[in-house]
């Protein structure tokens, strides 16, 4: 299996997954979106906020999302919605969550929803959430990546705690314009570029796995074969 090219769209981020196969066609059209600038806030938020919920508890099977903090996104960023009992938080991504070289950066349609465990909630997701209140301030791509470089540095943001991971189990997803609902999937943050060790990306390997430098972490990606309702998701193409 050759490398793949995997941009992060939710941060952990919403991502853009070319497969095997499909690599040029699926690059060509995401290329053919867009999305230049900001769109209007407005396209971005999610009018009715028990929709919002529902959505980001689809994530994670109700075992985990039932108990869940979650949080919802606002004119100034995402506030919590819900209070949880076990330590998870599930929200909506939007399409910052990608890194900011990725051509859908800026796509309002994108709708990532996804479960943080509780090491990822405390070290991973303050991450997008800093992101997204510099991307409500009005702030450039640029700023964005600088104001989080230095947020880094400064230990402002917390290091990341060993277990972090997610779920993205959300039948309803919309990734990017060329992976809308994709496959259901779990992720698991290391700092640092880990996927060497992981045997990612090797001929056979059930495990992909991508650089993310702007959040200074590895981002491996496992598929699993069922949406968080139990159904059975489509099989995998090799």
Same mark, same amino acid.
């Given at each position: 299996?050759?490398?793949?090219?995997?941009?992060?769209?939710?941060?952990?981020?919403?991502?853009?997954?070319?497969?095997?196969?499909?690599?040029?066609?699926?690059?060509?059209?995401?290329?053919?979106?867009?999305?230049?600038?900001?769109?209007?806030?407005?396209?971005?938020?999610?009018?009715?906020?028990?929709?919002?919920?529902?959505? /980001? *508890?689809?994530? +994670? $099977?109700?075992?985990?999302?039932?108990?869940?903090? =979650? #949080?919802?996104?606002?004119? %100034?960023?995402?506030?919590?919605?819900?209070?949880?009992?076990?330590?998870?938080?599930?929200?909506?991504?939007?399409?910052?969550?990608?890194?900011?070289?990725?051509?859908?950066?800026?796509?309002?349609?994108?709708?990532?929803?996804?479960?943080?465990?509780?090491?990822? /909630? *405390?070290?991973? +997701? $303050?991450?997008?959430?800093?992101?997204?209140?510099? =991307? #409500?301030?009005?702030?450039? %791509?640029?700023?964005?990546?600088?104001?989080?470089?230095?947020?880094?540095?400064?230990?402002?943001?917390?290091?990341?705690?060993?277990?972090?991971?997610?779920?993205?189990?959300?039948?309803?997803?919309?990734?990017?314009?060329?992976?809308?609902?994709?496959?259901?999937?779990?992720?698991?943050?290391?700092?640092?570029?880990?996927?060497?060790?992981?045997?990612?990306?090797?001929?056979?390997?059930?495990?992909?796995?991508?650089?993310?430098?702007?959040?200074?972490?590895?981002?491996?990606?496992?598929?699993?074969?069922?949406?968080?309702?139990?159904?059975?998701?489509?099989?995998?193409?090799?």
């Amino acid at each position: 299996m050759q490398k793949k090219t995997i941009r992060f769209l939710p941060l952990a981020f919403l991502l853009h997954v070319v497969l095997p196969g499909a690599i040029c066609q699926a690059r060509t059209q995401a290329e053919k979106a867009s999305y230049p600038a900001m769109a209007a806030v407005a396209q971005y938020l999610i009018p009715d906020r028990n929709s919002e919920i529902a959505l /980001a *508890r689809s994530a +994670a $099977p109700p075992s985990i999302s039932d108990g869940a903090e =979650v #949080m919802v996104l606002g004119p %100034k960023g995402f506030t919590t919605a819900v209070k949880g009992t076990n330590g998870f938080l599930c929200l909506v991504e939007r399409s910052w969550g990608a890194a900011t070289d990725e051509p859908e950066f800026w796509n309002p349609k994108v709708r990532s929803p996804i479960c943080f465990n509780p090491p990822a /909630a *405390r070290t991973f +997701a $303050p991450i997008f959430l800093m992101k997204t209140k510099l =991307v #409500m301030a009005g702030e450039s %791509k640029t700023e964005i990546v600088k104001e989080t470089a230095s947020a880094l540095d400064k230990k402002e943001l917390p290091e990341l705690e060993p277990g972090a991971m997610a779920y993205m189990l959300s039948k309803q997803q919309y990734l990017s314009d060329s992976g809308m609902s994709w496959h259901p999937h779990l992720m698991f943050f290391v700092s640092g570029d880990a996927a060497k060790s992981w045997g990612a990306n090797l001929a056979g390997s059930p495990v992909i796995a991508a650089d993310d430098p702007e959040e200074r972490a590895t981002i491996f990606l496992v598929w699993v074969g069922k949406w968080s309702d139990g159904t059975l998701a489509p099989p995998i193409v090799h």
